[in-house]
């Protein structure tokens, strides 16, 4: 059977494939500035320019039992990640994304479908991150 590999982040693959679906949506990245301010007496502040800001970008994953994974072991992984503060670099369709490496910055479950003995059937996972520069 052929595997789409969408990209990763880190050992966790993004894929679509008949033997697994692991993917993302509503995939957004944020970028800002950095600016000071300088107080002027009698007249408005002076803004300057100080660099580029660390990106954050955030997407939602979801988890089906149906689609040949375990919604919690996929869950427990990310949780790992993200307490670990592991840099991870963060990959989609064959290109990096940003400077470098990405940390995991919030993770939010929702445990969406379980059945009757606790087996968790269906989850999202929300994630954040942030570029992370040595």
Known sequence: ?????????GTVVFV???EAIRTFQDFTRNSAGRF????????QPKTQFLGPGLDTISFTMWFDARFKL????ELDKLKVIERAGKALPLIIGGKS???????????N???TKIDNVGNVLHATAAVS???YVE
Do not use: C, F, Y
Request: charged residues 15%; aromatic residues 4%; without cysteine.
């Open 36 to 43: 000071a301010k300088h107080d002027i007496i009698g007249q």
């Open 1 to 9: 059977m052929t595997m789409s590999k969408i990209g990763s982040l």
């Open 129 to 131: 991150l942030e570029e």
């Open 16 to 18: 679509v494939s008949p």
């Open 109 to 111: 479950q929702a445990w």
């Open 70 to 73: 375990n919604p919690r072991k």
């Open 97 to 107: 994304i940003g400077t470098g490496l990405w940390v995991i910055t919030g993770l």
